[in-house]
Structure formats: structure tokens, C-alpha cells
Antibody, heavy 121, light 110 residues
Framework: QVQLQESGPGLVKPSQTLSLTCTVS??????????WSWIRQPPGKGLEWIGY???????YNNPSLRSRVTISVDTSKNQFSLKLSSVTAADTAVYYC?????????????WGQGTLVTVSS | QSALTQPASVSGSPGQSITISCTGT?????????VSWYQQHPGKAPKLMIY???NRPSGISNRFSGSKSGNTASLTISGLQAEDEADYYC??????????FGGGTKLTVL
């Protein structure tokens, strides 16, 4: 059974960089069978796709966030990571990592439990 | 990219059927078969219910079905049950090679 688990600081100061890691168990990122995404949900609001990465390192991000987003992969640790720079209160959200089984077309069949990141001084 | 349009809320009584719509454009919903639906209970991660417009993942009840006409996709839940009460989100691949979600619909089982 595939499991995803997000980890990282729950509180980030404005203008700093938010950093999260997703650890995948029960399957290998290196298999090349899936894409791996970050999705967020502000409190009480809807879902927003942030971006995805393939095991090879190729990425594609939401244009509305593109200049601030960096997604990377560490196949040796079976992890992928998110960095979001210059954060503001608007970046406060539950951040999810998810597996896309449709090669980037957006079919997220496994999700992490989510981690709340609050941007506040 | 604009979020796909969903009704804010729908409701139905146990045993009834309800349909949730998801309206986009020819650049997303209307242009691709890659429309998915997710169910989210409070405090939980979303769960995939429908993918590629009308396909159900293994383990999802056949009470859930999906369809698409033009730029609008729909999720139908038949034989409504109390456990179906949740938020539902649609998503679609877009011509910009991005993914967009709907604003979400709160389903209340009366």
C-alpha cells in the first residue's frame, strides 16, 4: 500500500521560504510510473495545484506561483520536496503531496494526510 | 487560470440522487478527457472518486458516476447515504499543461 507523508515546519515568517518534504513508502519514485504533485488548501477554501515532478527531475508548476516555486526529487531517499519563497499570509494553507497516476494529467490516487503551514510573524 | 465553476452547495435526502456540475471552457473540461472528482470529509485528505470523466477507481461504489457534455462535467451520486455528506471537487487538465480545480461543492444529506 502506497503511503505519502508530508513533513516540515508548521510556522514560517513572512518573506521567508516555506520548505516541505514528502516521503513515499510502499512504492518507488524511481519506477517512473507516476508523477508527484504538491497541492494546497487555504483554511475553509478550495484546492489549488502547485506543481509536479517526475523521477527524472522534470517539473511543471502553476503559472500563478511559478516564480516562487521549486520542486525537487531525491530518489535515493524516495522523497520529493517543495520550496515556496517570499511567503505571505496568503500562503497559509494545508499542503498535500499526492501521486498522479496519469503522467501529469491530474489523477491523484494517493494523498498524504496534509500539513498545515501558517505564515505569521 | 480560473477555477472551474461548481455550485456552492447541493442537498438531497437518503436514497435520492443528486448531480454536481463542473463548468469550464474548451481549454480545460471541454477539451480533454482528464476530468477527475474528489470527495473530502472535514479534516481529511481528498479521495479520488472518478477519473477520466467517468472511470471509477477500484473500491469506489457504483453509486458514483461521472459524465461530460461540452464544457460541463457532472458527478452523480445515486442512492444517497449519510456517509456521502462531504465536499466534492472537480479537476481538469488544461491546454496550458496545468491542472485546475473547481471551487468545491458542499453536499448535505438531509
Amino acid at each position: 500500500q502506497v503511503q505519502l507523508q508530508e513533513s516540515g515546519p508548521g510556522l514560517v515568517k513572512p518573506s521567508q521560504t516555506l520548505s516541505l518534504t514528502c516521503t513515499v513508502s510502499g512504492g518507488s519514485i524511481s519506477s517512473g510510473d507516476y508523477y508527484w504533485s504538491w497541492i494546497r488548501q487555504p483554511p475553509g477554501k478550495g484546492l489549488e495545484w502547485i506543481g509536479y515532478i517526475y523521477y527524472s527531475g522534470s517539473t511543471y508548476n502553476n503559472p500563478s506561483l511559478r516564480s516562487r516555486v521549486t520542486i525537487s526529487v531525491d530518489t535515493s531517499k524516495n522523497q520529493f520536496s517543495l520550496k515556496l519563497s517570499s511567503v505571505t499570509a496568503a500562503d497559509t494553507a494545508v499542503y498535500y503531496c499526492a501521486r498522479d497516476h496519469s503522467y501529469g494529467y491530474g489523477t491523484f490516487d494517493y494523498w498524504g494526510q496534509g500539513t498545515l503551514v501558517t505564515v505569521s510573524s | 487560470q480560473s477555477a472551474l465553476t461548481q455550485p456552492a452547495s447541493v442537498s438531497g435526502s437518503p436514497g435520492q440522487s443528486i448531480t454536481i456540475s463542473c463548468t469550464g471552457t474548451s481549454s480545460d473540461v471541454g477539451g480533454y478527457k482528464y476530468v477527475s472528482w474528489y470527495q473530502q470529509h472535514p479534516g481529511k485528505a481528498p479521495k479520488l472518486m472518478i477519473y477520466d470523466v467517468s472511470n471509477r477507481p477500484s473500491g469506489i461504489s457504483n453509486r458514483f458516476s461521472g459524465s461530460k457534455s461540452g464544457n460541463t462535467a457532472s458527478l452523480t451520486i445515486s442512492g444517497l447515504q449519510a456517509e456521502d455528506e462531504a465536499d466534492y471537487y472537480c479537476s481538469s487538465y488544461t491546454s496550458s499543461s496545468t491542472l485546475v480545480f473547481g471551487g468545491g461543492t458542499k453536499l448535505t444529506v438531509l
